[in-house]
T-cell receptor, first 116, second 115 residues
Framework: AQKVTQAQTEISVVEKEDVTLDCVYETRDTTYYLFWYKQPPSGELVFLIRRNSFDEQNEISGRYSWNFQKSTSSFNFTITASQVVDSAVYFCALSEARGGSEKLVFGKGTKLTVNP | DSGVTQTPKHLITATGQRVTLRCSPRSGDLSVYWYQQSLDQGLQFLIQYYNGEERAKGNILERFSAQQFPDLHSELNLSSLELGDSALYFC??????????????FGPGTRLTVL
């Protein structure tokens, strides 16, 4: 069965600190996709990144970076020089894309608060 | 703006009642997904429709049902509502789930409050 675990329920940092959000996943499939979504206080879900299981190359996009390691089934997300606007709940998600269904399995989320 | 619309934005109703949530996918998207976000269960997949037919089912209660119409909009019907059904209901759409991966675009959600 698919499972996503985000062990950090809440994190609080001061602006300009770097912060890493952890994500560990479980799946029996060899082909799968991993995601990060952001949910700001306004409530909408904002897509941040998708990685497929065959691409372990880490990625950097501005202040955001992602570390995908199949050996440890982890897909961690780092925000460098955090800003108050980064305050949100961040969700890690997994999709096995079976039978034409790309349903997402979400972790419980990590609430990030960036204080000025 | 993802291009996915959901109505209504907010819904307040009483226990035992029935409500219908509506979703219009992005133009050209054939798949519609419904997710429920509640405090105790988190974000959960409920059901997926593809071009009018049910494609996948998650932890959807028997009191809930959905359908996708010929114009591809979808409705989620919730009946015999209970307090625990209070949640944020998201709709997402994607093009086709046949090869590779097709991005899901999420609507703004419908917040349901059952009193």
């Amino acid at each position: 069965a698919q499972k996503v675990t985000q062990a950090q329920t809440e994190i609080s940092v001061v602006e300009k600190e770097d912060v890493t959000l952890d994500c560990v996943y479980e799946t029996r499939d060899t082909t799968y996709y991993l995601f990060w979504y952001k949910q700001p206080p306004s409530g909408e879900l904002v897509f941040l990144i998708r990685r497929n299981s065959f691409d372990e190359q880490n990625e950097i996009s501005g202040r955001y970076s992602w570390n995908f390691q199949k050996s440890t089934s982890s897909f961690n997300f780092t925000i460098t020089a955090s800003q108050v606007v980064d305050s949100a709940v961040y969700f890690c998600a997994l999709s096995e894309a079976r039978g034409g269904s790309e349903k997402l399995v979400f972790g419980k989320g990590t609430k990030l608060t960036v204080n000025p | 703006d993802s291009g996915v619309t959901q109505t209504p934005k907010h819904l307040i109703t009483a226990t035992g009642q029935r409500v219908t949530l509506r979703c219009s996918p992005r133009s050209g998207d054939l798949s519609v997904y419904w997710y429920q976000q509640s405090l105790d269960q988190g974000l959960q997949f409920l059901i997926q429709y593809y071009n009018g037919e049910e494609r996948a089912k998650g932890n959807i209660l028997e009191r809930f049902s959905a359908q996708q119409f010929p114009d591809l909009h979808s409705e989620l019907n919730l009946s015999s509502l209970e307090l625990g059904d209070s949640a944020l209901y998201f709709c997402a759409s994607s093009v086709v789930g046949t090869s590779g991966y097709n991005e899901q675009f999420f609507g703004p959600g419908t917040r349901l409050t059952v009193l």
